[in-house]
């Protein structure tokens, strides 16, 4: 094999170990045929420093999709990543993967590639790689865990394609297998936008924890964006939090479920009651004129309705969280949401490489 790069460097960020798989994966195909591989996991990460590197290095950058783009976490450390000249950077974005019967059902990236492929192109560096992985979803919030022998073939197939994708940018070629999917992904590009201003603070205080929980401190302590905090006694989640998943996996005491029923029973008042209240309000103030059906109007709407919905979930947060207190209201609160039934499976990438 004719080798491009004598080392290589790969950030990554993973929620439940997916990204982190992939990442590795590309490291040993590196290291395998001889060039330095470096894995920087960008968790709490501070500053941004690149280590000297001698010789031709290639940058890799892995991350889970999230709400079709990439996480908070990692847009952040992308945009704040120094400009560099005539550097190779690859692209990979872990995504939500299925599997029917036999059929292998990939996720959709929305912006996840094409926002830091647009970033990466204007600091100055070239695009060697854009390859979407779909690896297992893990957003059990949604759906149960899949099963192991599910997760097993996926994660089979997806070392696979890792390899072939690695040996074809270590040897200098090219790959942009992102770029297939692009009207689907440009299509879903406005509900990206919509779940980074709103969406994902609404689904951050969708988690509760039940009387299970020991105060163990594990969820605080591992949560890459420092979003628990420990208050009266219980794990508290603050709009700081990402959805990443890792904390509702990994409770050694399955103390954490993502309240469905509370969820429903609130978004629906916001939605059905809240929001037709506002714009009566709104349009009954004397000095606003303006044309109900415009696409001004509209805006407006939306921004005020979803500004204030926010602030009632924010608010109905903190009630519920005072009242999980009572043994009652906190079983009444488990036993409606599905996440805490057995059949609901948590979601665990395989631990062997
Ligand atoms: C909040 C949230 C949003 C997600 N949005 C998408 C998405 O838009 N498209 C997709 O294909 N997968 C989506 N997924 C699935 C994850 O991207 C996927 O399971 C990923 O492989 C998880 O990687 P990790 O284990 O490294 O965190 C989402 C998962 C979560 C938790
Ligand atoms: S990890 Fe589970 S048991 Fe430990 S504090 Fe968090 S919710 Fe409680
Ligand atoms: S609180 Fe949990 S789901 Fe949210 S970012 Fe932290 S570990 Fe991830």
Redesign the pocket.
Known sequence: MELMYENILIYY????????HVAQWFAKVATGVGVRATLVNIDRLGKIELPELSGKTLIGFC???????LPPIMLKFIFRFPKRKDTDVFII?????MKLSKLFV?????I?QLLPALVFWLKGYRIRGMQP???????I?LHPGLRQKVVDSIFERCERITKNFAERILTGGSKYKALLSLPFDLAVAPI?FGYYIIG?FA?AKTFVATNACNQCGLCVKQCPVNAIKMIRNRPYWTFKC?????CMNNCPERAIETAQSYTIVMWYLIVSLLFPWILKKFYSISFIHINSDSRMANTLEEIASWGIGLVIIWLGYELIHRLMRLRIFNNLVAYTSFTKYRFWRRYK?PRKQ
């Open positions: 960020f993973s929620g439940t170990g997916n990204a982190k991350a889970p999709t999230h709400g079709f783009n974005n872990t995504r939500a993967g990939p996720g959709l990236s929305g996840a992985m779909d690896l297992p979803s893990n957003w919030s990206a994902r689904i990402e959805s990443c998943m890792r990438a």
